[in-house]
């Protein structure tokens, strides 16, 4: 039976991924490290207050531990264990569940909450608001358990070994395979004599420099190969050729969930950075992001986990309004009438690091994110022939 010829698109498709994977490989975490790159660094018996109010003031994305016994750093708070944390203090404070964790009963709590499958919202639904006295418990167990102690609660290991690292020298294509293997969002940026840290560098940051050097990449190729079109035509490919794939990025919530099942989904289930809501005809009413959690923190209003998506979505958006210049300039959705280069452009503007590509009904096609952008374009091809220039 003889074999169908591939189609043009489908050779622009390939040579593009082809193209990027060797532009990736050309260039080093060096070449990517912002310049602007800050560390924030906390000691490991800092409360998970003290370590809010940082993410709050600060606007940062992850906090490093530093360890004194070591005199290094010894692991990593991020985003989502922000989330995670106030989640399940705000949990136990409702249904009186001590947050109290100690060395003597933290087994004991893991095991009682194990037998007790309620503890998955899915399962129990948290309605109520908390009484003074709860919020009160909630703000003191706050200023009381300190980021050690829950990182010990849960399980996890704060150790150098479990932190994903990168050295200096690094090619951006196999740092972008640890991202998608690893499913992480951010890798420790390690100096290989010193073994210190030297800064931490994020999706965000290979996309920004992808942006700016990609350009002059196809340009120097076209130049040495003495080719012109084909280098063109990948440089304006569209994303209708990467449709199918696209298209099956579609995570949405509906607008009467709570607040508190909203987030337990988007970090335990569906394990994406941003989820869009929807109403009960399926029409689209905007992104929750895992970074406006900060907003329920800044102005403590915990009572809103047990309100609806659609009326935080209601606040997120009125917050917005305040920087109302920076929100309308920077771009929220996306065609599949858009080169590759202009919806990476705007990914990288976008406030909540995603687009949405919606229907002339206003319903969902297709929810995109950084991550998913390195899924979909970066290849883990080892047998590429590859010149090292």
């Not at 010829?5 to 260039?27: G, I, N």
């Not at 209003?301 to 979505?313: N, V």
């Not at 990914?347 to 297709?366: F, H, M, T, Y």
């Amino acid at each position: 039976m003889k074999r169908s010829q591939p189609s043009k698109e489908d050779l622009l498709k390939e040579e593009y991924v082809t193209t990027l994977t060797y532009f990736l490989r050309d260039s080093s975490v060096y070449d990517c490290l912002s310049i602007n790159n800050q560390v924030s660094v906390v000691d490991m018996t800092l409360s998970l207050f003290d370590t809010f109010k940082i993410f709050i003031d600060s606007h940062v994305d992850e906090v490093l531990f530093w360890n004194q016994e070591i005199a290094n750093y010894d692991g990593v708070f991020t985003q989502t264990d922000l989330i995670k944390s106030v989640l399940k203090c705000y949990y136990n404070v409702l249904y009186d569940i001590p947050n109290i964790w100690t060395t003597n009963n933290i087994a004991a709590i893991i095991e009682m909450e194990n037998e007790d499958e309620s503890y998955s919202p899915i399962k129990r639904t948290i309605y109520g608001r908390l009484t003074i006295d709860q919020f009160n418990q909630l703000l003191q167990d706050f200023k009381n358990i300190s980021i050690k102690t829950w990182f010990n609660s849960v399980g996890e290991n704060l150790h150098q070994n479990c932190l994903i690292k990168a050295e200096l020298d690094e090619n951006l294509n196999d740092v972008c395979q640890k991202f998608i293997t690893e499913n992480i969002t951010r890798i420790i940026v390690i100096e290989k004599e010193s073994k210190m840290v030297s800064g931490i560098i994020q999706q965000k940051d290979i996309l920004s420099f992808l942006v700016k050097g990609f350009s002059q990449y196809f340009a120097l190729k076209k130049h040495q190969n003495k080719t012109t079109n084909v280098h063109y035509e990948q440089h304006e490919l569209q994303m209708e050729y990467f449709k199918e794939e696209v298209t099956k990025l579609q995570f949405t919530l509906p607008a009467d969930i709570p607040v508190y099942d909203l987030f337990y989904k988007l970090i335990y289930i569906y394990k994406r950075n941003t989820i869009a809501i929807v109403d009960k005809n399926n029409k689209y009413l905007g992104l929750i992001d895992r970074r406006d959690f900060v907003f329920i923190l800044k102005y403590q209003m915990f009572d809103i986990l047990a309100s609806t998506a659609e009326k935080f979505l209601s606040l997120i958006k009125t917050e917005d309004s305040k920087y109302l210049a920076y929100y309308i300039r920077n771009k929220q959705q996306f065609t599949f009438n858009q080169t590759i280069k202009q919806v990476v452009e705007n990914l990288l503007l976008s406030p909540r690091g995603s687009l949405v590509c919606l229907d002339n009904e206003q319903r969902v096609v297709s929810i995109f994110q950084i991550s998913d952008l390195f899924k979909i374009f970066v290849t883990d091809n080892k047998n590429l022939e590859y010149s090292g220039e």
